[in-house]
């Protein structure tokens, strides 16, 4: 079956240019979340939604960054005045959300390469 | 210091070796460990999970969890040309969502 995808692939964005970047996750998982992975880095932790609820967003870096998932399905994640930091793959994952503790898979998507110059 | 620690390497190994690539962690309240392969342009994708201490096989993959030492493992046999890519190891705790990752190992498999 069809799995996360996201789109653009690439962005290249002037610094201080508003972006929105997409995420269509696994068609009924629950739970949906960001990472952003650098240049040589593992992903690191953005946010996570469970259905349209954003329960976590300790790791946006800055009140640049927004994402929502209004109807709990497609999320977009938001990055106001672009900084060239903010250069990056941006990574979605989807996961089922069993509840009781269980493991739970995230599937990652392709991920977007965004360039700030 | 990260919470998790991981050689960047690069590794290069022949056709057939048998590889291995671990991890450290500091954070004790950790209790999932997975490793992730990921190859150029794509996104992670999950290999091996494993809850708290012990081993687990699948395949040519072994992965090992030592929480007293804080230390994680993932052993390859007979590894293949395919196997090149970026192994990233990945904990979470209780919340079980949160990932937290390792930088990476590329691995390159030669034949």
């Known amino acids: 079956g069809a799995g996360v995808s996201q789109s653009p692939r690439y962005k290249v964005a002037k610094r201080g240019q508003d972006v929105a970047l997409r995420c269509d996750p696994i068609?009924?998982?629950?739970?949906l979340f960001w990472y952003q992975q650098a240049l040589g880095q593992g992903p690191e932790f953005l946010t996570y939604?469970?259905?349209?609820?954003?329960?976590?967003k300790s790791g946006l870096p800055s009140d640049r960054f927004f994402a929502e998932r209004p109807e709990g399905s497609v999320s977009t994640l938001k990055i106001q005045r672009t900084q060239q930091e903010d250069s990056a793959v941006y990574l979605c994952?989807?996961?089922?959300?069993?509840?009781?503790?269980?493991?739970?898979?995230?599937?990652f998507g392709p991920g977007t390469r965004l360039t700030v110059l | 210091q990260k919470e998790v620690e991981q050689d960047p390497g690069p590794l290069s190994v022949p056709e057939g070796a048998i590889v291995s690539l671990n991890c450290t962690y500091s954070?004790?309240?950790?209790?999932?460990f997975m490793w992730y392969r990921q190859y150029s342009r794509k996104g992670p994708e999950l290999l091996m999970y494993?809850?708290?201490?012990g081993n687990k096989e699948d395949g040519r993959f072994t992965a090992q969890v030592d929480k007293s030492s804080k230390y994680i493992s993932l052993f390859i046999r007979d590894s293949q040309p395919s196997d090149s890519a970026t192994y990233l190891c990945?904990?979470?705790?209780?919340?079980?969502?949160?990932?937290?990752f390792g930088k990476g190992t590329l691995l390159t498999v030669n034949p």
């Open positions: 994952a989807s996961s089922l959300d069993l509840s009781g503790g269980g493991t739970d898979t995230q599937y």
């Open positions: 068609s009924g998982h629950v739970s």
């Open positions: 939604f469970q259905n349209e609820a954003q329960l976590d």
């Open positions: 954070n004790s309240a950790f209790q999932y």
């Open positions: 494993t809850y708290s201490s």
């Open positions: 990945a904990m979470s705790g209780r919340s079980n969502y949160k990932l937290t």
